[in-house]
């Protein structure tokens, strides 16, 4: 596994992943051939320039109108910036930015330390892992059994409180996602003092550790300043739920109901790999900008330091060429996206309910 200092490392070329190279090359060729590889750096500057203009005109807000009870409402904006931050993080993440490894990670930075309190190295230590091995159930750490499980299996013998939510998980998964927000930062200042979390020097730590409780800080410095504290741990609490459930719609979608690979799916290249895991949703503009690009899930797996702005235009090419390999390219809207990773968590909680 790469060092989690550096930005998510996926390559881009088949080879480079044990790929039977007949299969992904053409693609990846064709691809580089029609500049979709290249860097948008003016198109995510305006981005992020919008989005943290946004942010502050919010605070402002906040600042002017705190003393009433309907500045709550603008915790549904903050949400949906928040949420934007979240996907410029993940895009520096993964290189999608800059071609500067360190303007990359200066970005992510920003972006995920300091305004959303998540750990950079911790995320993509983890974000490594899944893209490696998507839905994976031994080496993909979205799919392991925690409060929810994805496979039959890591249903049997969970009782009590566990038990409980396995049984009915496909009716608490988006309640649970309004928690996301505030696991994210748990988390992140978990990995931060864990003994077997990413390895990172001392340096590195303090800049993380500095920045998520400059993040702390400031988040609490603003909501007391503009609210009094009953008012400010509402605003608070709705916030942070609104961000978690908008990134759980968001996630939702990707992964849920496709293939698990097991011993045998680890004997597929990257292009099966990744396409087999994954699933598409249809939209437009309107599905681009909520899912933050996510919803061309299996363009960003197959290519994953494509900028947001180029994956639309892959898809063709993806589309067909799976088509020529006879290799299901999956694909559907929103809401059936929804149903459908649902109806796997239903499935996958059966055994205990019929027992």
Not at 149 to 160: D, E, L, M, N, S
Not at 190 to 218: I, M, N, S, W, Y
Not at 256 to 262: A, I, Q, S, Y
């Amino acid at each position: 596994m790469p060092q989690a200092t550096a930005a998510l490392q996926i390559p881009a070329s088949g080879a480079a992943t044990g790929d039977r190279g007949s299969e992904f090359t053409p693609l990846l060729r064709t691809v580089k051939e029609e500049g979709l590889l290249r860097r948008r750096t003016g198109w995510y500057a305006l981005g992020i320039t919008a989005n943290l203009l946004a942010l502050a005109a919010v605070a402002v807000l906040l600042t002017s109108f705190g003393h009433s009870w309907w500045s709550l409402l603008l915790a549904v904006p903050l949400a949906v910036l928040s949420a934007r931050t979240a996907f410029v993080g993940h895009d520096a993440g993964h290189s999608q930015i800059s071609a500067d490894r360190r303007v990359n990670r200066l970005i992510q930075l920003v972006h995920a330390n300091l305004l959303l309190g998540m750990s950079q190295e911790w995320w993509n230590d983890k974000h490594n892992r899944h893209h490696a091995n998507p839905n994976h159930l031994e080496k993909d750490p979205d799919v392991a059994a925690d409060i929810l499980v994805f496979a039959r299996h890591q249903a049997t013998g969970r009782t009590g409180l566990r038990g409980w939510l396995t049984r009915h998980q496909a009716w608490l998964f988006f309640p649970l996602t309004t928690l996301e927000g505030l696991a994210l930062k748990v988390y992140g200042f978990q990995a931060l003092f864990a003994k077997d979390g990413p390895r990172r020097t001392a340096r590195q730590r303090v800049v993380e550790g500095g920045l998520l409780l400059a993040h702390v800080a400031g988040y609490l410095a603003l909501l007391l300043t503009a609210m009094p504290v009953g008012r400010a741990a509402v605003f608070a609490l709705i916030h942070q739920m609104l961000l978690g459930l908008h990134l759980g719609l968001a996630f939702a979608p990707n992964h849920k109901g496709m293939e698990m690979p097991g011993p045998d799916g680890e004997r597929w290249g990257h292009l099966r790999r990744q396409v087999l895991t994954s699933r598409n949703i249809r939209g437009g503009v309107v599905t681009d900008w909520f899912l933050g690009g996510l919803n061309y899930q299996i363009e960003h797996h197959l290519f994953p330091s494509m900028p947001r702005p180029h994956l639309r235009l892959a898809q063709p090419a993806v589309r067909a060429h799976c088509r020529s390999l006879g290799v299901p390219y999956t694909e559907t809207g929103l809401i059936d996206s929804y149903r459908q990773a649902l109806g796997h968590l239903h499935d996958v909680g059966e055994p205990l309910r019929a027992s």
